[in-house]
């Protein structure tokens, strides 16, 4: 062998462990979890009954609820990082969570940036308004101003049926968190907001808004919500799946639904005709 061909060989061979470096070592979030005995979970805690602060401002809610039994199930002990919804992906794919289980509508937009599980949570969607706006049902929403939160699926359909009106009296604002948008519903800044028809329910019934009424639900199809994890992290995702399925199978998904949403039968976790 001349002095050239060993020299290339070097080259190739240092080039081969520089190019294989990073995946060898891109660790699974599982792995490490499992070693840290640690599970971040990104959780909204202003959008009951899915998360809130309870009385003792502890982390609460179904969605707290699932991580704490994720977490369980890794041997691990969960750590609640509060997620609004306008930073709930940003927060998987910056790494500042494991998982994010935050009544995140797995669409296709979505999907290109992290990766989803089969829905663990299926929700309607109501519309909330003042008892004095004269709102009475989604069809009276025309020529009113209306908020909602930024980013989300709800607020992606609501925009497409205001365009579709064609009323110039009819306006929309967005805001960063529900928070924000329930406080803009009372000031009398917006004069409805749609919501999870749970979340509009335990809301109401708080009496933290007397002057709040449900003016029936929105004719969108159900929203199914998924666990989201980071796109390229497939052996966390297949867990997560695992877990999902476990949750609907030993009949906790129901414990905990009817623990924190409502004493009627569960919801159906899927969509007529469709297998995931």
């Known amino acids: 062998m001349n002095l050239k061909y060993l020299t290339l060989c070097a080259v190739l061979v240092s080039l081969t462990g520089v190019l294989a470096s990073p995946a060898a070592e891109a660790t699974p979030a599982l792995d490490k979890i499992v070693q840290s005995k640690k599970l971040r979970c990104g959780v909204m805690l202003d959008s009951p009954p899915s998360g809130f602060r309870n009385a003792d401002n502890q982390p609460d809610g179904f969605d707290v609820a699932y991580c704490n039994d994720m977490a369980k199930a890794l041997g691990a002990t969960a750590e609640i990082v509060e997620t609004p919804s306008s930073d709930r992906i940003p927060a998987l794919v ?7 289980i935050a009544s995140t509508t797995s669409t296709v937009a979505r999907g290109m940036t992290v990766g989803f599980s ?33 980013g989300t699926s709800t607020e992606q359909m609501l925009k497409k049926d205001i365009a579709g009106w064609n009323d110039p009296k009819t306006s929309y604002i967005g805001y960063a968190s ?5 406080l803009a519903l009372q000031q ?3 004069d409805a907001v749609l919501q999870a028809t749970a979340v509009a329910n ?7 808004f007397p002057t709040f009424t449900m003016a029936g639900e929105a004719p969108f199809p159900p929203d199914l919500v998924s666990i989201a994890v980071r796109r390229d992290d497939q052996e966390t995702l297949d867990w997560v799946k695992l877990f999902v399925w476990n949750q609907v ?7 905990v639904y009817h623990h924190y949403i409502s004493d009627l039968a569960p919801p159906v976790l899927g969509v007529k005709g469709v297998d995931f």
């Open 178 to 182: 529900d928070t924000e948008a329930f």
């Open 94 to 100: 910056s790494n500042r969570i494991d998982v994010l």
């Open 202 to 208: 335990t809301l109401i019934k708080s009496g933290q």
């Open 188 to 190: 009398g800044k917006v």
């Open 249 to 255: 199978a030993s009949g906790r998904f129901a414990e």
């Open 118 to 150: 089969q829905p663990y949570m299926n929700y309607t969607t109501a519309v909330i308004t003042r008892k004095d706006s004269g709102i009475k049902g989604y069809g009276d929403l025309k020529g009113h101003t209306l908020g909602g939160v930024t």
